[in-house]
């Protein structure tokens, strides 16, 4: 099968992107400690993926408030700005071009990563089921504390000061991570959000939070510099919804009033399946360009690109193994087998020792 349309220039926003292949945001929890500071570990990490179309960065907090795993990368103070500056250089060095992520967990959290060690916040005192990823080890989830509404401009803030950090630390744009049971998708879906205030009850009402958390990041960066990342059918992190066609549907249709340059979708989650969800409906209702992400491979990836169901295709794991990805798929050539055991935490085991198959993409 021929990848012509995998490897043609398409635009984003208005940035020119000289193929269809994502680097999909990746949580690796190896920043520097204390501070969750990016490092030169994780310099080289993004350096040696610079021929992604476009690097996301990983699910960075947006506050100490937004923390929920030990080890993760945040965006709130300067020394986070300042390493997060080393990475945006070296990508941009190579020619690439790097989004950052920006990341509230609400209730995935747990108090000893939380400020003051109070418990987590969401938007209804609904516990997550399983255990978090703490400095000590795995601890149970805690019932988190429902936000008062007042406080609610407080967290819009909080994404505002971020994505004006993101400029500062030299990234493309941003994208707002409201997908696989975060914050935003906490308040997006009925499963978790229970609240009578404006914010809870009707779909009009669940979606106001993320409208207006990308009212503030675009007045930062405009529209054509932004992106968003859903995952509609996604249950991890104890996630549901009732009635997720229709939920979609509407968010999307209110969120073209900002012009993003893309719709990220999780259209599956590992071996999940896509529980009848129709996809297409989000894709023909958005102004922007389509990314899909879902296991997908160059073969499934063309395929979706040709019948116009997307315009850019996300990878998560085989960029965790293949710095080179993109000449990879190219060539037709093998790709090196990720190892889990070393996707979370750690250091340059499994991190930045994946062999290119040219040295113009290893460590400089
Ligand atoms: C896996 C482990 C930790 C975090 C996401 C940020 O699901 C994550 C994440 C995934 O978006």
């Known amino acids: 099968m021929n990848l012509n349309t995998l490897f043609s220039e398409q635009k984003l926003g208005d940035l020119n992107l000289p193929h269809r292949i994502v680097m999909a945001p990746l949580t690796r929890a190896r920043s520097s400690q204390p501070g969750d500071i990016p490092n030169d570990m994780n310099v080289t990490y993004y350096q040696q993926r610079s021929s992604a179309a476009l690097i996301i960065s990983e699910a960075t907090q947006i506050s100490p408030q937004g923390k929920g795993y030990a080890f993760t ?24 071009r790097i989004f950052m992520q920006l990341w509230h967990v609400g209730r995935v ?8 060690n109070f418990p987590p916040v969401a938007p209804s005192a609904i516990a997550v089921e399983g255990q978090a990823f703490t400095d000590d080890g795995m601890k149970d989830f805690e019932t988190p504390r429902a936000l008062d509404s007042e406080e609610i401009p407080s967290i819009v803030e909080q994404y505002r000061q971020a994505a004006i950090n993101a400029k500062h630390a030299g ?21 978790s959000n229970r609240r009578d205030d404006n914010y809870g009850g009707s779909i009009e009402n669940r979606v106001r939070l993320v409208i207006e958390v990308t009212q503030a990041v675009t007045e930062v960066w405009g529209g054509n510099r932004v992106g968003i990342r859903i995952s509609p059918t996604g249950n991890f992190n104890s996630m549901s ?3 997720p066609q229709a939920l979609f549907k509407h968010l999307v249709e209110q969120l073209n009033k900002f012009n ?3 719709l990220h979708v999780v259209e599956r989650f590992g071996d999940d399946s896509d529980k009848g969800f129709d996809f297409n409906v989000l894709r023909q209702s958005f102004n922007g360009a389509y990314m899909a992400n879902g296991s997908y491979t160059a073969e499934s990836a063309e395929q979706s690109l040709n019948s116009d169901l997307s315009d850019f295709v996300a990878f998560g794991v085989p960029f965790i193994a293949n710095p080179d990805l993109p000449e990879r798929l190219k060539q037709g050539a093998d790709l090196n087998q990720a190892d889990s055991t070393t996707f979370y935490g750690g250091d340059a085991k499994g991190y930045i020792d994946y062999p290119c198959l040219n040295e113009q993409f290893s460590p400089a």
């Open 109 to 116: 959290s747990h108090s000893s990563l939380q400020p003051g």
């Open 171 to 191: 990234f493309d744009g941003v994208e707002i991570h409201s997908a696989n049971g975060y914050l935003l998708d906490q308040f997006l879906k009925d499963g």
């Open 260 to 262: 993003l340059a893309y």
């Open 73 to 96: 990368p945040g965006i709130y103070s300067n020394d986070q700005i300042q390493g997060w500056k080393k990475i945006t250089d070296k990508v941009h060095a190579r020619h690439g």
């Open 241 to 243: 919804e009732s009635n």
